[in-house]
């Protein structure tokens, strides 16, 4: 568990910042999912230098505040004009958030609850996989290709699903959204699931939300140390700003700070599932982080997550006192933490971004550190049509892992950080070509070295070929094409070979 006094500390300044709320408050707006193809080509926006405001680390970000950042990029089109591909993307963002930009416009216009899209794909998963679990203390599954999923997981040969989303408001200050998947597969049979669903209203600069929602925290690629959508999507109540705010007074050098909360429970059936070990039911989940944007080119967030009681494992009044300073009891620990501090840094053709984090403490300092370097080089091409994502990251034998907690960080059988694991190293290469009409081409390599001080541990080399094809004014075509190797397949001198297959078209309205 983490000491963060400082973090609490410097939470509790920053909750008490002036902030400088805009004279008009924008109108309560659903959030873009997370999996959502329009944060890519925020980020090229961004990397490119038409998106002049960075933005930060929690996602996701409201419709109104991505619409903010699209009529910065066409402001900033009109002087310095951008590539055809570049500019199909801003585009598809003006059409797609079209309600929104009609009332930064001076024209309202409400959004009313629709029809946005609709999913249907098709998947082969073939080869010695496609499930496989993690070592001693993580009890928890994992398989090539299936990050990034919501915690869905893919049977064996065909996967059939299709997703729907209705969002929209059903008043000014009220919006709703609804994203049912209907899947099947001969391993889990049909399933029909509500993946994420809430609704959202607000008060002056907080927004309150409540129900089931994916959320990112941090500035990883191929995953995020503490909280991602690699897992289900918890169900929780939220309370954050309703977008950045200036910050005035003698903090104005901060200039613009964000900040976000949330609680929820994890599963039931965490005491069945620990085996001969122990665990607690319905343990909540409470997550609090606040990002600071001092300049233009630089942002960087502080977070605290914290695993914390569940049935039979209740905090009495000096518990509670212990884990608000993060103080660890050593004996009788009812709490897990992870925290610590991600950013990103912006220059000219590069950006630099990392996450540092710890799951333990000692001498009141965090240790157990794991860490992610990356760097994002949008413009390989002079027009940035090509551009190329490095990334390594490493966790210790530490992470993921509790005395009390025998599940460990997990929920729903998924780890809720990076399903790369405990005691686990991943490097990743990605380069991506971008073309007309919002098509695009790329290739990727990652090597993950999983439970290194293990003998037989497994390494994963994983290679995939993705791609997307507009085929229609609304109508897209998306693939994925990959192999992955398995060395020491679960934990044995065996080695598995993996191949994947994904084709999905997805109408937008």
Same mark, same amino acid.
């Given at each position: ?5 400082? +973090?609490?500390? +410097? ?170 998947? +209907? ?34 925290w941090g500035q990883g690629t191929t995953g995020t140390l503490a909280l991602g959508d690699s897992t289900k999507p918890l169900t929780t109540v939220q309370a954050h700003f309703v977008e950045p705010q200036h910050v005035g007074g003698f903090f104005r050098f901060l200039r613009e700070a964000d900040v976000h909360f949330f609680y929820g429970r994890l599963e039931g059936n965490r005491a069945e599932t620990a085996g001969n070990y122990s665990d607690f039911d319905h343990p909540g989940l409470f997550g609090a982080r606040i990002d600071i944007t001092p300049t233009k080119y630089f942002t960087f967030g502080l977070e605290r997550i914290s695993m914390i009681g569940g049935d039979h494992n209740g905090l009495d009044r000096s518990d509670w006192g212990h884990w608000f300073t993060g103080r660890n009891s050593y004996h009788d620990d009812k ?175």
């Amino acid at each position: 568990m983490v000491r963060v006094n400082r +973090f609490v500390a +410097f939470l509790g300044i920053a909750l008490g910042l002036p902030v400088m709320a805009l004279a008009t408050a924008p109108a309560t707006t659903v959030n873009v999912s997370v999996d959502s193809v329009y944060y890519s080509y925020l980020d090229k926006l961004s990397g490119m230098g038409y998106v002049q405001s960075l933005p930060n680390g929690a996602r996701p970000y409201s419709r109104m505040q991505m619409a903010k950042w699209v009529v910065e990029a066409q402001r900033v089109a009109q002087e310095r004009p951008m590539p055809a591909y570049l500019a199909d993307e801003l585009q598809a963002l003006a059409v797609y958030l079209a309600p929104e930009l009609a009332t930064l416009d001076g024209r309202a216009e409400q959004d009313g609850l629709r029809l946005r899209s609709v999913t249907v794909s098709a998947a082969a998963y073939g080869g010695d996989g496609p499930e496989y679990r993690y070592g001693n203390g993580v009890r928890a599954k994992w398989q090539p290709f299936g990050a990034h999923q919501n915690g869905y997981r893919y049977g064996g040969d065909g996967n059939f699903a299709t997703s729907v989303e209705v969002s929209g408001n059903i008043g000014h200050e009220t919006a709703i959204s609804l994203r049912p998947r +209907f899947s099947y597969d001969k391993d889990h049979e049909f399933s029909a699931t509500l993946e994420e669903g809430y609704i959202k209203t607000r008060s002056g600069i907080w927004a309150f939300e409540a129900g089931k929602e994916a959320l990112v925290w941090g500035q990883g690629t191929t995953g995020t140390l503490a909280l991602g959508d690699s897992t289900k999507p918890l169900t929780t109540v939220q309370a954050h700003f309703v977008e950045p705010q200036h910050v005035g007074g003698f903090f104005r050098f901060l200039r613009e700070a964000d900040v976000h909360f949330f609680y929820g429970r994890l599963e039931g059936n965490r005491a069945e599932t620990a085996g001969n070990y122990s665990d607690f039911d319905h343990p909540g989940l409470f997550g609090a982080r606040i990002d600071i944007t001092p300049t233009k080119y630089f942002t960087f967030g502080l977070e605290r997550i914290s695993m914390i009681g569940g049935d039979h494992n209740g905090l009495d009044r000096s518990d509670w006192g212990h884990w608000f300073t993060g103080r660890n009891s050593y004996h009788d620990d009812k709490w897990d933490d992870i925290a610590g501090m991600d950013f990103r840094l912006r220059l000219p053709g590069v950006q630099f971004y990392g996450e540092v984090y710890g799951e333990d403490q000692a001498g009141g300092l965090p240790s157990d550190l794991a860490y992610r370097a990356g760097v994002y080089f949008p413009q390989l091409s002079r027009d940035g049509a090509w551009d190329m994502t490095m990334e390594v990251a490493n966790t210790n034998d530490s992470w993921y892992r509790h005395s009390r907690y025998h599940n460990g960080w997990t929920y729903d059988e998924t780890i809720l950080g990076d399903t790369m694991g405990s005691d686990a190293r991943k490097y990743y290469v990605g380069i991506k070509h971008h073309l007309a009409q919002e098509s695009e081409l790329g290739l990727y390599a990652m090597r993950t070295e999983m439970d290194r001080s293990t003998s037989n541990h497994p390494v994963v080399d994983e290679i995939g070929v993705t791609g997307q094809k507009r085929i229609h004014n609304n109508l897209y075509l998306d693939g994925v094409l990959g192999a992955a190797k398995v060395e020491h397949a679960r934990y044995t001198d065996a080695a598995d070979h993996d191949y994947f297959a994904m084709a999905s078209l997805r109408w937008m309205y």
